[in-house]
């Protein structure tokens, strides 16, 4: 005896209609059915296993924490060593806002074409200043900037 087999190509867009499972059976004699495009259930799947996997690594550093509080409790250990060891196993980089103020002081020489000097002005100069910090991560904004005529 033989048995035919209907082979049904991969259709993202087939429209599947399944069984729900509740979170709970307190209801198992009303089933309820839905119907969901194949693309939405496999995103569906994409989620909950990469919720899985967050709650594993959640359930790991919890189990590292109670570790680590018993241990703490040491008296030999300061408060830096505990942040210390906090911020290293979760990869933290704790950093502090330092508020700075500071003054430029720049020179130099502007060409000037001969035949614009008798009307140059030095109030339309237009001067562009860029402040960076290569070390540290920094926000530095330029306030104002003045020149002063000396020609």
């Known amino acids: 005896m033989t048995q035919e087999q209907l082979t ?13 499972v509740p979170e709970t059976y307190a209801a198992p004699e ?5 119907t969901d495009k194949v693309t939405d259930i496999e995103w569906q799947l994409h989620q909950s296993r990469q919720y899985a ?10 189990s590292w924490l109670e570790d680590q509080i018993v241990e703490w409790y040491d008296s030999n250990y300061s ?4 942040l ?3 911020a290293e196993y979760f990869k933290l ?8 103020q500071g003054t430029v002081s720049f020179s130099g020489t502007i060409n ?13 100069v237009t001067i562009d200043v860029d402040l960076n910090s290569y070390e540290y ?12 005529d000396h020609y």
């Open 8 to 20: 049904v190509s991969y259709n993202p867009n087939l429209l599947v209609t399944y069984k729900y």
């Open 30 to 34: 009303a089933p309820t059915f839905m």
């Open 53 to 62: 996997n967050i709650a594993a690594e959640r359930r790991s550093e919890i």
């Open 79 to 82: 408060k830096e060593d505990v």
């Open 84 to 86: 210390q060891q906090l």
């Open 93 to 100: 980089n704790p950093t502090k806002e330092i508020e700075v």
């Open 112 to 124: 000037v074409p001969i035949s614009e000097l008798e009307g140059f002005d030095l109030s339309n």
């Open 137 to 148: 991560d920094a926000d530095l904004n330029v306030d104002e900037v003045s020149l002063e």
